[in-house]
């Protein structure tokens, strides 16, 4: 354990040591010479009581210099040990966790409160000038301080003031804050107290970067004091919608991923306000599992639904939003390549046939079909459509592809059915890329026999519902006409025999893209005729027209950036007196500005993140642009917490340096464990007692 002192420069008063001893030499006096009788009885008697003075006269100048080099020593403020290496010249930041998880109501109230008295109590035991910095962590890393302050000026009520969020702790997002205030830290070293529940969690930051821009400024020191127990919990950890377009009337699941601690625990879904479901998770509880609830799908418009289960010591997780998105009917342009003679009553490539099977003309269909042929197409039809299906079309010209692009990275579903031979090189040259695939040399493939196709994986979110029956159907088709792709990045949904892919998707920015490696016509094979043409090129479709409102931008977890697509045909006000837009976030007062982008072709609002579960709604006006659900992030349902050992073991693989754990020290010995003991009063009484040795020995002397 390291001595250290206070005021370390007052150690240079250990020079005033050498005053006894200069004094000592210059008052020596100098014996004189005199002729005198034989006297050698006298002599030898002055020779012994000179002996013993001399060696008095050392020991009374010994203890001169050990009284002022204790009193020396006294005054500087001498400390033995303590974690934050006596805290001289030291400044303190102390962290406080304010994420859900330390809402978990304890004993003594939330794992939070407790935390606060904590720090509360050490700022009291802290030397008044000790200069603090207080952060509060949870889904956003706030300074409570407007600038470093002395230990005896912080307001009390900071801390004790102090309510957790419904976000998570992360050291990835903390440190950079511990970073800039240590920039501004006064003093020659910085301890950093970390008040917190050490949640358990998957993440593994990369800390390497902020270790290595710690060790460009002041000694960090990092110091943990943990607050609760490990203890049985069960939360909703998310919420997991049919990703695709929904239409009204049709039976859908929705799953619910849930943490439970206790046996058969009942959970209810509601909509609207309705309670519209119930699940119970049988068996032995502390185990997360998903739970299903049968929904059928409401009227067009945005749904605001809840998953909630029975109380427990965290409330913030009990219930979790969700928002359910159901169109009153997705909007399909339909571009297609000229008729030609030969093509017969289906069309180029089979088109009327795509058309038939995604608007069958009965009510309640979720696609609008409007076909155009390529020549024709602008890019101001790409505006009022959901999503873009190309059948074999003729070259179009670049200002229109470069829309297309555009229009699928803003958040466009775009479908590609390609099966002509005569467009070979301009699938591989033009179309492919455009659509994100790269360049490719598609070679045309025929079997007239036919190849039956296989599924990559019949779980695939496009075939979920699809019972056997139904999938086995569709491994029936069989296809004798398609292009050979190569398969790169792409997630592959249908395949050949061969490995050739026949249908690819994937995500380009914000939107969807799917390419099927052959046509509808009746010679490329037998979807046409197939019970499964209709729900296959449905789902497809429907798959596509989730890419601009999907709904893992409507659902969000708190902490994570809000961004708002508003409705088709909103652009961002110019005029003066127009209204703009803003968000109400939840537990929020006042309504707060957003900032209006572009991305691709689409207006896009971004409103920041918000520190409370709830509904985030955008308005401008009177006019409702979009609404956001957000729940409590997953990680903080488990209610395990890490040892402060392995969590101080991680920290110090990291690179960054851990002092001690102030875990298992009373709440008023936090400030002493940090500052050490104070040794300046045994300093005093040495000094004390030295000097009345002395006086002692000087008496003798005389």
């Known amino acids: 354990m390291p001595l250290s002192f206070a005021n370390p420069a007052l150690l240079f008063g250990a020079l005033a040591a050498t005053l006894p001893v200069i004094i000592h030499f210059l008052s020596r006096r100098k014996v004189r010479r005199e002729k005198f009788s034989d006297l050698r009885f006298l002599t030898e008697v002055q020779a012994r009581q000179t002996r013993r003075l001399s060696t008095r006269r050392w020991l009374l100048l010994l203890l001169r210099v050990l009284a002022v080099l204790l009193l020396t020593l006294a005054v500087a403020g001498p400390r033995w040990g303590g974690l934050g290496g006596g805290l001289a010249g030291h400044s303190v930041l102390m962290v406080l966790d304010t994420s859900a998880s330390m809402g978990t109501q304890e004993e003594d109230g939330t794992r939070l409160a407790q935390a606060a008295t904590d720090g509360a109590r050490m700022l009291r035991m802290l030397p008044e000038a000790t200069p603090i910095q207080i952060l509060a962590a949870g889904a956003e890393v706030t300074p409570l301080l407007g600038d470093w302050l002395p230990a005896g000026t912080v307001p009390r009520e900071v ?15 903390t440190l950079p804050e511990v970073v800039r205030q240590v920039r501004g830290a006064p003093g020659s070293a910085v301890d950093v107290v970390l008040f917190s529940d050490l949640q358990r969690t998957r993440s593994r930051p990369d800390l390497a970067g902020v270790a290595a821009d710690l060790e460009e400024e ?18 909703i950890m998310d919420v997991v919608l049919p990703p695709r377009a929904l239409r009204t009337g049709e039976t859908i699941t929705v799953t619910a991923r849930v943490l439970t601690d206790v046996a058969d625990e009942p959970f209810t879904l509601e909509l609207d306000g309705i309670e519209a479901g119930e699940a119970v998770a049988t068996g032995e509880g502390n185990g997360i599992r998903d739970l299903e609830f049968s929904l059928t799908v409401p009227a067009p418009g945005l749904h605001r639904g809840w998953i909630r289960k029975p109380g427990d010591r965290l409330p913030a997780d009990d219930a979790r939003p969700f928002l359910l998105r159901v169109g009153a009917g997705v909007p399909v ?23 038939q099977a995604l608007d069958p003309g009965s009510r309640g269909q979720p696609f609008a079909v ?12 790409l505006d009022r459509s959901g999503v873009l299906v190309l059948v074999d079309p003729d070259p179009v010209g670049r200002t229109a592809l470069a829309g297309i692009g555009a229009w699928i990275r803003g958040g466009g579903g775009a479908f590609l059915m390609a099966g002509d031979p005569t467009q070979a090189a301009y699938l591989g040259s033009t179309l492919l890329p455009a659509f994100g695939f790269g360049d490719q040399t598609p070679r045309f493939q025929v079997q007239d026999e036919g190849l ?6 019949d779980q695939d979110e496009i075939l979920t519902g699809f019972g056997r029956d139904a999938l086995g159907t569709l491994r029936d088709i069989r296809w004798r006409r398609w292009f050979s792709l190569q398969e790169r990045q792409e997630r592959v949904l249908l395949a050949l025999p061969g490995g050739d892919p026949l249908v690819m998707l994937k995500q380009r920015d914000a939107g969807r893209v799917l390419v099927m490696a052959s046509d509808m016509r009746p010679e490329s094979g037998d979807l046409p005729v197939s019970a499964m043409a209709l729900p296959l090129l449905q789902r497809m479709t429907s798959w596509l027209a989730a890419a601009g409102d999907q709904n893992d931008r409507d659902n969000l977890a708190v902490g994570q950036e809000i961004a708002v697509n508003p409705p088709r045909g909103w652009t961002p006000p110019t005029e003066p007196g127009n209204p703009a837009p803003v968000v109400r976030l939840p537990g929020e007062t ?31 006006g009177t006019d409702t642009l979009g609404q956001v659900a957000i729940g409590v992030p997953g990680a903080e349902s488990g209610l395990s917490l890490e040892e402060p050992g392995p969590w101080g073991a991680r920290m110090t693989a990291a690179g960054l340096t851990v002092g001690g754990d102030l875990t298992g020290a009373a709440p008023g010995r936090m400030g002493r464990l940090l500052k050490g003991r104070d040794l300046a009063p045994w300093f005093f009484l040495l000094t004390i007692g030295v000097l009345m040795l002395e006086l002692r020995l000087g008496r003798g002397s005389g």
């Not at 342009?333 to 795509?354: E, I, K, M």
């Not at 409007?370 to 039809?381: E, Y």
């Open 159 to 173: 801390l004790t003031q102090l309510v957790p969020d419904d976000g998570t702790f992360a050291l990835e997002t």
């Open 218 to 235: 002041l000694p960090v020191r990092f110091l943990v004091r943990r607050t609760g127990e490990t203890a049985a919990g069960g939360g």
């Open 333 to 355: 342009l339909l571009v297609h390549g000229a008729d030609r003679p030969d093509d017969g009553p289906p069309g180029r490539g089979g088109w009327r046939f795509l058309q």
């Open 370 to 381: 409007r076909p155009v042929i390529s020549a024709d197409l602008v890019t101001g039809d």
């Open 452 to 457: 039956a196709m296989r599924l990559i994986d």
């Open 590 to 620: 006042r309504a707060l500005p957003v900032i209006a982008d572009w991305n691709g072709a689409r207006p896009q609002l971004r409103c920041g993140s918000s520190r409370r579960a709830g509904f985030a709604v955008v308005t401008a």
